[in-house]
């Protein structure tokens, strides 16, 4: 039996290694003693690394959004397997949600069902990578990129982005990085960790910059319409018209129900550049 067992090479048995998922592992035992230290009476502590708003008791999804799941259940209609991609109904809402504040519509067939904006992450990098391939992605970020991009052996090249000009993608860097194997470049916006939100101007420099560079935008907008300042969000969907855009979201920050696992890959193309190279 034993060497039978011995025989197996998995080959990407490293994958929990090169993965940084290890990295909430490391974060639990940060939080723990931080957690000590407050109980111990040392300063009261504020939690500013909280992705997860529902832990919060004051914060609670609205009644027509439980009455919705409630109705749902009942129903008994949405008991089978829905299509890989999402159900047709949940779709066209999606693409309705998301076209009011886009200068062309969407259609149903634009929008694909995940369980979550980190699925999607997953299923769009799974989906781009090929032998050899990079992607671009922003320094300070949010980690679950650097780690399916270890997952699909996709190399990460990071660009910066500065503190001084309200946390602005450096477009130099990012001209410095691209090369052939480029397969897309991730912007957070309203950002995570930073919560910068980008300005309308800067959103159509990176679509102009991406554009000249020939790679893909994926603009991760989990936090869409959470902003605070002066500052409105603008989604990076606006400028699909200068180049293809994949706007990954999701109903967790916004409604307050990151347990309820329900995001989506929206396909911003309205020239249909993707549908021509047959990436569509
Ligand atoms: C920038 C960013 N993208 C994606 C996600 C994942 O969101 P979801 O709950 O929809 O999987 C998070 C969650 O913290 C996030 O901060």
Redesign the pocket.
């Known amino acids: 039996m034993e060497n039978k067992l011995s025989k197996w090479d998995f080959k990407n048995g490293n994958i929990k290694e090169k993965s940084l998922l290890s990295i909430r592992p490391a974060l639990k035992t940060i939080m723990e003693n931080l957690k000590e230290e407050e109980e111990e009476g040392s300063k009261p502590l504020i939690h500013l690394g909280r992705?997860d708003p529902s832990s919060i008791p004051c914060f609670r999804t609205s009644p027509v959004t439980e009455d919705a799941i409630f109705s749902a259940v009942r129903s008994a209609k949405f008991n089978g397997y829905p299509p890989a991609v999402g159900l047709p109904s949940t779709r066209r809402s999606i693409a309705e949600y998301l076209s009011h504040d886009l200068p062309h519509q969407l259609s149903p067939d634009d929008i694909f069902l995940t369980a979550?904006?980190?699925q999607a992450?997953e299923v769009v990098t799974a989906v781009l990578a090929r032998p050899g391939a990079n992607i671009l992605l922003p320094k300070p970020g949010?980690p679950?990129y650097e780690a399916r991009a270890a997952c699909s052996n996709v190399e990460v090249r990071h660009f910066d982005l500065l503190p001084e000009k309200s946390w602005e993608v450096d477009l130099e860097s990012v001209k410095a990085l691209v090369d052939d194997h480029t397969i897309a470049i991730v912007i957070?916006n309203p950002g995570?960790p930073c919560g910068n939100v980008f300005t309308s101007e800067h959103l159509q420099e990176i679509a102009e910059t991406a554009k000249k560079l020939g790679i893909l935008v994926i603009a991760?907008e989990?936090y869409s319409h959470l902003c605070f300042g002066s500052k409105p969000f603008v989604p990076m969907g606006v400028f699909g018209s200068i180049t293809p855009i994949l706007t990954l979201g999701?109903i967790?920050k916004r409604w307050i129900i990151?347990g309820w696992r329900l995001?989506w890959i929206a396909m911003v193309d309205p020239s249909g550049v993707l549908e021509k190279s047959g990436k569509k």
């Open positions: 992705g979550g904006a980190n992450i949010y679950f957070i995570n991760d989990v999701s967790s990151p995001g």
